[in-house]
């Protein structure tokens, strides 16, 4: 079955600067990858997805990117704020429709700093 | 506005009584899923449930059962609790055909286990 590994586990960044999170997985049959935020005490929530035939996909400050080749995707927080502080799920699916499954990483704990 | 809405905040339960956790969704989703929630771990498929009657196995099914025989409803059973089944379970639902592109999974505000 699929394999996410997510890196790194906590990441501290100055208020402003930019953060990235880098997944990687092992199914080449993936062809879907959300980004979920978990804000502290409260559920999971979709923040940013791409499917694999766009390279890139960005909304405001948040941009996703992927590399088919090497099995890897990335997200790219810029200007950040106290309110980005959260844990960030990627996960990857085979999911033409919404019933196939997601495969989650395990996650990364965004502390930004004041 | 999406509800997914879950039976219990916190629950603590003794080794070996069976516990039910139920999910009840309000956007007519005909997929819904378990996950549990441990540190370091991430969110863990437990099983889904694509239609009414209809189940498949998640990542880590050992201990646990499932039972929708409603579209809005899907319940998590713990047939004889164990300690390591304590865990933050999550329950989330989906459209199989998405609208606007949107497969998102809402989830639910999870229940706290804690089986002593």
């Known amino acids: 079955g699929e394999n996410v590994e997510q890196h790194p586990s906590t990441l501290s960044v100055q208020e402003g600067d930019s953060a990235v999170i880098k997944c990687t997985y092992s199914?080449?049959?993936?062809?879907?990858f959300p980004w979920y935020k978990q804000e502290l005490g409260k559920r999971p929530q979709l923040i940013i997805d791409?499917?694999?035939?766009?390279g890139e996909k960005k909304d405001q400050r948040i941009a996703v990117t992927l590399n088919k080749t090497a099995k890897h995707f990335s997200l790219h927080i810029t200007e950040t704020q106290p309110e980005d502080s959260a844990v960030y799920f990627c996960?990857?699916?085979?999911?033409?429709?919404?019933?196939?499954?997601?495969?989650f990483g395990t996650g990364t704990r965004l502390t930004i700093i004041p | 506005d999406v509800k997914v809405t879950q039976s219990s905040r916190y629950l603590v339960k003794r080794t070996g009584e069976k516990v039910f956790l139920e999910c009840v969704q309000d956007?007519?989703?005909?997929?819904m899923f378990w996950y549990r929630q441990d540190p370091g771990l991430g969110l863990r498929l437990i099983y889904f449930?694509?239609?009414?009657?209809?189940?498949e196995k998640g990542d880590i099914p050992e201990g646990y059962s499932v039972s929708r025989e409603k579209k809005e409803r899907f319940s998590l059973i713990l047939e004889s609790a164990s300690t390591n089944q304590t865990s933050m379970y999550l329950c989330?639902?989906?459209?199989?055909?998405?609208?606007?592109?949107?497969?998102?999974?809402?989830f639910g505000p999870g229940t706290r286990l804690t089986v002593t």
């Open positions: 791409i499917r694999s035939n766009v």
């Open positions: 199914d080449s049959a993936s062809n879907y």
């Open positions: 956007m007519d989703h005909e997929n």
């Open positions: 989330a639902s989906s459209f199989t055909f998405a609208r606007w592109d949107n497969y998102e999974q809402y």
């Open positions: 449930s694509y239609d009414v009657k209809m189940k």
């Open positions: 996960a990857a699916s085979r999911g033409n429709f919404g019933n196939e499954k997601l495969t």
